[in-house]
């Protein structure tokens, strides 16, 4: 296969009240079992809809996009994420395979060398003959319903699902995140680039129905983790996210700076030495290109809990996630000694597994933000600590961002940066509010600075 085919994980849709879908998926049942013969008729039709109306929103949202997805047991077993979307092996590899020998898909088998350690996940894309069907009878991809999902996912040390118990906090955090989705449902989220732009210069596809997020929490606890995940917006370049438009306007982000070293300067008790350091994630001698993989390096060594295992974890970001970044190949073991030689007060908490801990209060602090963004009718997508907004509610974002950190109890609460997207006019009156808001927290920032550094001798 081509090495630059793409694909992604196969999605759960549902099937709507449209008589035009709904014919569709009768006709193909109807042929489907003419072919398997004795069959389970809920099972085969449920997985026939999830794989038909999958391939077809992947194939609107590109032609060339293969939806991938597991042929291996243990990957729909119990605990699995595929077992928690209600997927079973036996069933779906019938229909699957059944559609591939009827032609209406193009199948192509994954492998995995143990040797190497070099492997290809199972893919899928819809043919023409299945498309023809499908818009022979009329149906549009806006037909189809997206399955919302479970909103909260509780994960083992090992990141497999677990079943639990739910409880009063629970049921909040679901009944939280449920709400969120359904408001991002009866909005327009898209980036203000055409699908041939995102293909030809990106290389990539985007599949805007893939917007519902849920909160996963890890190591069998709710009180580790709980970031929100999911949305479309999340999982494209950093680069694309200033040409994301909400219901056709222009937007922009605010990023909170340096949040979990914040975090833990406060734990220490040390929040003006942060005062010092103009930025936290740069080193002397390295470009600013440099910044973006520190970021990944702290949160990977505060999260891993031996230098190994934060070792392993940082080449493999690097070889995936910054591939053109020209600092890609530097050796992973200076980055980590010259990190914490940067930051000697809270070389503690590296490799102590002390960054869920972290996150958890960063989801308390997202929550906030969505929820009081949202009662104001405000849709505000969140990307961890930062958050993209419609360029005439920055001010309020900026006052709310601050806010969540002293309603949560944090006395020290980092600087705001502003990220502004495309097509934005800075002469505007949103961004003028704006511009005073952080020139009034610059001024405060600096006076406490200065009295600081009058009280440095006798704080050191």
Not at 241 to 253: A, D, L, V
Not at 434 to 452: A, K
């Amino acid at each position: 296969m081509d090495e630059r085919e793409y694909s992604r994980t196969l999605t759960v849709h549902r099937v709507s009240d449209h008589p035009e879908i709904k014919k569709v998926l009768n006709d193909l049942f109807v042929e489907l079992s003419n072919l398997l013969g004795r069959i389970s008729v809920d099972k085969t039709r449920k997985f026939l809809n999830l794989v038909v109306l999958d391939l077809f929103v992947a194939y609107k949202t590109d032609p060339d996009l293969y939806v991938g997805y597991s042929r291996a047991k243990d990957k729909y077993r119990p605990g699995t994420p595929n077992h928690s979307l209600f997927l079973r092996y036996r069933p779906l590899m019938r229909v699957i395979d059944g559609l591939d020998e009827l032609g209406y898909l193009e199948n192509h088998r994954g492998f995995y060398d143990r040797k190497s350690k070099i492997g290809r996940q199972s893919r899928m894309r819809a043919t023409q003959k299945l498309i023809d069907l499908i818009e022979g009878n009329a149906a549009t991809s806006a037909m189809v319903d997206r399955e919302l999902g479970q909103p909260i996912i509780l994960r083992d040390k090992d990141k497999q699902e677990l079943v639990f118990e739910p409880t009063e906090e629970t049921n909040r955090y679901a009944e939280q995140v449920q709400r969120y989705n359904e408001v991002l449902s009866s909005n327009t989220l898209k980036l203000c680039l055409t699908d041939a732009q995102l293909k030809k210069e990106h290389g990539i596809a985007v599949d805007y129905s893939n917007f519902p997020i849920r909160r996963v929490f890890n190591v069998e606890s709710f009180s580790r983790g709980g970031r929100f995940y999911g949305g479309w917006w999340q999982n494209i370049p950093r680069e694309l996210r200033r040409y994301i438009t909400i219901n056709g306007k222009p937007t922009s982000e605010l990023d909170y700076s340096g949040q979990h070293l914040l975090m833990l300067y406060g734990i220490k008790g040390e929040e003006y030495q942060w005062l010092y350091d103009n930025d936290p994630y740069q080193l002397p001698g390295f470009g600013n290109e440099i910044r973006d993989i520190l970021k990944a390096v702290a949160l990977i060594a505060i999260n891993a809990a031996d230098r190994e295992e934060a070792l392993k974890a940082i080449i493999y970001k690097l070889r995936m996630k910054f591939r053109d970044n020209p600092y890609r190949d530097v050796d992973s073991e200076l980055l980590i000694d010259a990190f914490m030689a940067k930051h000697p007060l809270i070389q503690e908490y590296f490799f102590s597994g002390a960054g869920l801990e972290l996150q958890f209060i960063d989801s308390q602090i997202a929550e906030y933000v969505l929820n009081h963004m949202m009662v104001k009718h405000q849709i505000v997508l969140p990307v961890h600590d930062s958050f993209v907004v419609q360029n005439e509610h920055l001010p309020r974002l900026f006052r709310i961002m601050k806010e969540a950190y002293r309603m949560q109890g944090v006395d020290s609460i980092p600087g705001i940066k502003l990220k502004p997207g495309i097509n934005n006019d800075s002469n505007r009156l949103a961004f003028l509010q704006l511009e005073e808001l952080m020139e009034q927290e610059r001024l405060t920032t600096d006076d406490d600075n200065q009295i600081i550094r009058k009280l440095a001798p006798f704080t050191v």
